[in-house]
């Protein structure tokens, strides 16, 4: 027999009429290697078929099952439920707009990010087909595929103490997206334009260190050592501008 | 109702999809683009290993040109696939990567010196050349006859698909998330979009267009053991077979991966094996060498699966709560290597197994993974049976797969059949105007919504959903695996229109408000015990042993009679699926012969007809 565990999750629906926000209760069996993925498909199939969540790959790689688990964002189908006490509460993440229950919209989030980031390589150069490949140093390859591991979950902005506090905060993963395209040497554009787009409050200089980012990213990406890297040549940037005029 | 017109609506937003999407919006044409996630979501980001492409920079690669890379298709494909399909693949390939890479996807490149790589567990040394700095590079896959395969570490699905995506955002093409496809827009001729359920507000959409492309991957969640994300449960294949109009291509050719973890099914990457993991038994000793002594553990996937269920049959497996299973062995390849280059089996081993790969060993068991089946297209990847209607990537039968696809050539698939089938649609839109029909669209929007209704009603029964596709999933488990024969399958038909008739009694438990996950099961419900029933039908009919169709009662490829691919139709009211049959290949540039690996005995084709199909490609 395994334990019992109570699921304590948080409920509305916002295209149901008359719907309130509430935590409804949950119990279920605790089996062998049972993660939250399994967990809330067991609860939706056999429970209750009107709960709302999203999963997709359920393997951590494509950041769908983002929630807050008794109180920390993370992924549902990476949390194993032998880590967590009996009482497993549910919350959807912050921030985001909510889609229903668990689930929330970081779609239409991160689209509005790669607008502002202009979150692809700007270069003169067009492609021809009958070329070999440009080249590139694999060293450099491997480092802008480490900036590129983000999986956009949201985790790091709902733990974002200012991006809790100011709306448009652009928040570490669209920082750290800048930073990709700095370190690409194909992106062609000056550290003017980088400071165009995150110079100033809702960008690198928003940030009030708290470190919350790094330390609940599910893919481990060095979050604030990007901003730190960006802050210290967007202020260097800003300097420059100061002396020109 | 909100309606929405565009020149190319694409259903599906992964990899193939955004890659049809880019040459139309490039061309100035308006393109929108349909994801039950968001796009970066889908399942081409998981894939973990890399793609396919005859570059032939590295040392290990040195040689290697569009025509070894065919030529490592077709017999990968045990001569299932369409040949003039699979030389579009190969010659297209590298270009496609060198657009990637000009696009922004971070290739790994080749270093110059001296390395090591593993084989067999064993190691060996490798001298890359200073005048190849810096160009891609390829790393070993099973099957190919050299290194051939591009990666970005072990995340190339994601990185492409970032990649692909933002190129997507800098055309503006519009990527709307959260919208599921639920029926087609057509005539009986002439496609024109499709009705649409949002995943926001549960409201129905029209999207009208002149050409439509669906791109939505493959099935595999319609089996109980699968490596696919929870998105790929067939929703693409069953609006095109639900016309009646349209043929799924090879139903039967069903893929399965050796290495799918216990108990969650979630792939470790064939780069394990590539780069010198072994399988072990029970005993903790290898076995793939004393099957396939040549290529070991890198023979071909359905290979790979046959031996380890045949040596798990023989008593050698891991007995385990969850069944039996067998061992992974990448210890020997060290920390670095595993922290660097196989960084994701790290992640999985750790997050979801609590295991350490450099000090245990793995439990794998092989688990459903590839759809070869799928919505039949010409070369130009046209839909059978519809004007205006496409399909790329794992969805559609193109079909340069046939009975195996080769590891890398899946992914690979994705960009490269996007670009030459994109193209193929600008061509298509540039000379091409349709006359919208309203009645149509009002017709098909009403009968959807009754649909709705009906099942929120219980109208037609009180079913649950999750009940019926648990029996259709244990069904296909248990009589359409990795071994199948005659009996079992008669009896998989049998339980399957059983429970076909259950799924059509199917009723709501919750009240379908908003984004009800219950109601989107429902909705296709029925068509995923179609698509069980076309793969049972199928599988029964075919009487012989070709890629991964492995029929115990028919060891042989007969390519006397079977050189042909399935297409099965769903008519309306019928209670099977009707089967008809077309050549595998208009033309040989390699006539059928030895594939070159998993043994067995080939009964051969008509000489005469193999003579006068063979064709020598001017080079």
Partial sequence: ?????????????PQKEGDQPRMQTFKLEETQNMTLFIALNRIREEQDPSLIFDFCCRAGICGACAMVINGRPGLACQTKTKDQPNKIVLHPLPVYKLIGDLAVDTGVWFREMYEKTESWVHTSKTFDPTKEEERMDNEVAEQIYELERCIECGCCVAACGTARLRDDFMGAAALNRIARFVVDPRDERTDKQYFEIIGNDNGVFGCMGLLACEDVCPKGLPLQNQLGFLRRKMGITAIKEIFRK | MQTYYSDLLVIGAGLAGERVAVDSAEKGFNVTCLSIVPARRSHSSAAQGGMQAALGNCAKGEGDCPDVHFGDTVKGSDWGCDQEVARLFADAAPIEMRRLAHWGVPWNRVVPGQSFYFKGGQKFEKYEK?????????????GT?????CYTSDGTGHAVMCTMDNRCAQLGINVLDRKEAIALLHDGETCMGAVVRCLRTGQLEA??????????GGFGRIYKATTNAVIC?????????DTGLVPIGNPEAIQFHPTGIVPTDILVTEGCRGDGGTLLDVNEERF????????AELASRDVVSRWMTHHMREGKGVKSAYGEHLWLDIRHLGDKHISTKLREVDEICHHFLGVDPRTELIPVRPTQHYTMAGIRTNKDGAAYGLKGLFSAGEVACWDMHGFNRLGGNSLAETVVAGGIIGAKIV?????????????????ECKKQEQRIKDLISGRNGSENVYDVRNDMQEALMKGCFVFRNGPDLEETVETL?????????VGLQSDGTGVNHELAAALKIKGQVKLALMIAKAALDRTESRGSHNRVDFPERNDAEWLTRTLAYWKEGETLPELQYEDASQVFEIPPGERGYGGGTIIPADEQFVKERTIKKDK
């Fill in chain 1, 1 to 13: 027999m395994g334990r019992e565990l109570q699921f304590e999750i948080f409920r509305y629906n």
């Fill in chain 2, 130 to 142: 200073p005048e190849n700095e810096g160009l891609i590079t390829a790393r070993a896959f099973g």
């Fill in chain 2, 145 to 149: 006859a050299k290194w051939r395969t």
């Fill in chain 2, 207 to 216: 999207f009208i267009s002149k050409a439509t492309a669906i791109c939505t």
């Fill in chain 2, 233 to 241: 449960d067939g929703g693409g294949h069953i609006i095109a077979m």
């Fill in chain 2, 288 to 295: 793939m060498n004393i099957y396939e002594p040549e290529k």
């Fill in chain 2, 427 to 443: 061509e298509f839109l540039e000379g091409y105007e349709t006359k919208l029909k309203t009645e149509i669209v009002t017709q």
């Fill in chain 2, 497 to 505: 229109q059983k429970v076909l008739e259950r799924a059509g009694r």
